[in-house]
């Protein structure tokens, strides 16, 4: 009997170690970390959801944070290995913590700006220099941030003309909707969530300032050297993403809002219609048209160019790091030059 039960326990632990026989690619775990309720999130709840990720073989763990900051100073831990954030924290990481930018998560100019209370909105407009003393909550070292500081000079008012109150962006929406606060510098969606509550309006937006204001795809240094194929992977998971919301928009619209719910924030149809029409993405081909530099900067490095070099000037970060020291389109090209990927990436695009 006892023969026969150490018979048993031995078929079943070789059994249990075998490969699978069937299709199914085993599945490689891979940290990813974004920031809850994030139209530049999507694709990684649109992969979920569809089974998108297992068939490329990546077993996602996901970790959430409040703003891109934490999220990068999280790296060194390796609690993540992938992920997107803003711009901003993207430099910031990269001189601190060696993150490298693979790739553009949306275009977000127009969804990161300056917003007034409904109340107090038409004599600000009316004397941008009345805001010179007044308090602009915003989270610092944020797109939102950049954004608001690109519109001070668009404005004709330098940065140390306001008094910067650094919150997180529930707390800033908590502080205007109480009337403890008049002007706000916020990413969408938090931007629909102060027009319906507070009738808060823009008053000037990244993109009426001039600034570009991207999102990027990161991964840390030493992840990307040791599994370059799972980075490509994660890539092309992200890129099948905006594929397929594009091809589907209904169905992309509805799972958006149960997203933005799993997240905490519930937003209208109306505001989901607003993050679809104001953030543009881009696909495999134009993601490598704006990365690629064929002997001069690129279109990206332009973009971080500026951002490094705000960052610089509010004394972050001690110099503006030179882009191309950590921005790489090797991740890109990697998806674009394995068929199968490529395939997998672009499926949607022309449906």
């Known amino acids: 009997m006892k023969r026969e039960l150490c018979g048993l326990m031995l078929a079943t632990a070789v059994a249990a170690a075998a490969p699978s026989t069937g299709t199914a690619q085993a599945q490689a775990p891979i940290g990813v970390s974004y920031q809850p309720s994030l139209y530049w999130a999507l694709p990684f709840h649109y992969a979920t959801v569809k089974g998108w990720w297992k068939e490329v073989g990546l077993a996602p763990n996901f970790t959430t944070f409040p703003a891109g900051a934490p999220q990068i100073a999280a790296a060194p831990s390796k609690s993540w290995d992938v992920g997107g954030t803003g711009s901003v924290p993207a430099v910031l990481g990269a001189v601190r913590f060696n993150i490298v930018t693979i790739g553009i998560t949306n275009d977000e100019s127009k969804a990161n700006a300056m917003m007034v209370r409904g109340d107090k909105f038409d004599a600000v407009k009316a004397n941008p220099a009345s805001l010179k003393g007044q308090r602009l909550l915003l989270t610092t070292n944020s797109t939102a941030d950049y954004a608001s500081r690109k519109c001070l000079v668009k404005m004709g008012l330098a940065a140390n003309d306001m008094q910067f109150v650094n919150l997180g962006q529930a707390q800033i929406i908590t502080a205007i909707t109480s009337q403890n606060g008049d002007v706000a510098g ?148 990697r998806v674009a030059n394995d068929p199968k990927l490529r395939a997998f990436a672009t499926e949607f695009d022309k449906k």
Do not use: H
Not at 219 to 226: C, M, N, P, S, T
Not at 311 to 333: C, F, H, M, Q, R
């Open 186 to 333: 916020v990413w969408a969606p938090n931007t629909y969530t102060l027009e319906d509550r507070a009738n808060a309006k823009y008053l000037c937006s990244g993109a009426d300032a001039g600034a570009a204001v991207p999102g990027a795809l990161v991964v840390r240094a030493d992840f990307a050297k040791e599994r370059p194929e799972d980075v490509a992977k994660f890539l092309a998971v992200f890129l099948r993403g905006w594929s397929w919301a594009k091809a589907n928009p209904q169905e992309a619209r509805t799972l958006a809002l149960d997203f933005y719910k799993q997240g905490g924030l519930e937003v209208t149809p109306r505001a989901m219609d607003q993050e679809f029409a104001l953030r543009p993405t881009f696909g495999l081909d134009e993601q490598l048209t704006i990365m690629a530099r064929d002997g001069k900067a690129s279109t990206v490095d332009g973009w971080f160019g500026e951002i490094g070099k705000f960052i610089a000037e509010v004394g972050t970060i001690p110099a503006n790091p030179e882009p191309k020291s950590y921005i790489s389109d090797e991740y890109l090209k």
